[in-house]
């Protein structure tokens, strides 16, 4: 089992900038991809962005050259810079682990965080 707490989210004016974190503990040695997805209001959940445990990295083209996935496996942690915000960014934000990369696909894994609120204000 493994356990994911995500943190960094809050309100930020249009062009402005954030950082979310997200810890995971328990289990980790299982853990190879780790992502972050958003969800809008009324609208599906989205991947945002992937990262592999060997670095090949996938983005949603619309967070392209704004968004950027790291992780630091001695700290367990996956992080998005996110600069450049628009309000269209707004969304409950959700850390997934658990999942692989086959070619330039991210496939979900099982385990999500509770989730950090972003609301870009225009």
């Known amino acids: 089992q493994v356990q994911l707490v995500e943190s960094g989210g809050g309100l930020v004016q249009a062009g402005g900038s954030l950082r979310l974190s997200c810890v995971a503990s328990?289990?980790?040695?299982?853990?190879?991809?780790m992502g972050w997805y958003r969800q809008a209001p009324g609208k599906q959940r989205e991947l945002v962005a992937g990262i592999s445990s060997s670095g090949p990295r996938k983005y949603l083209d619309a967070v392209k050259g704004r968004f950027t996935i790291s992780r630091d496996n001695a700290k367990n942690t996956v992080y998005l810079q996110m600069n450049s915000l628009k309000p269209e960014d707004t969304a409950v934000y959700y850390c997934?682990?658990?999942?692989?990369?086959?070619?330039?696909?991210?496939?979900?894994?099982?385990?999500w965080g509770q989730g950090t609120q972003v609301t870009v204000s225009s």
């Open positions: 328990g289990s980790i040695f299982s853990i190879n991809a």
């Open positions: 997934n682990a658990g999942g692989y990369f086959r070619g330039s696909s991210y496939y979900t894994g099982g385990y």
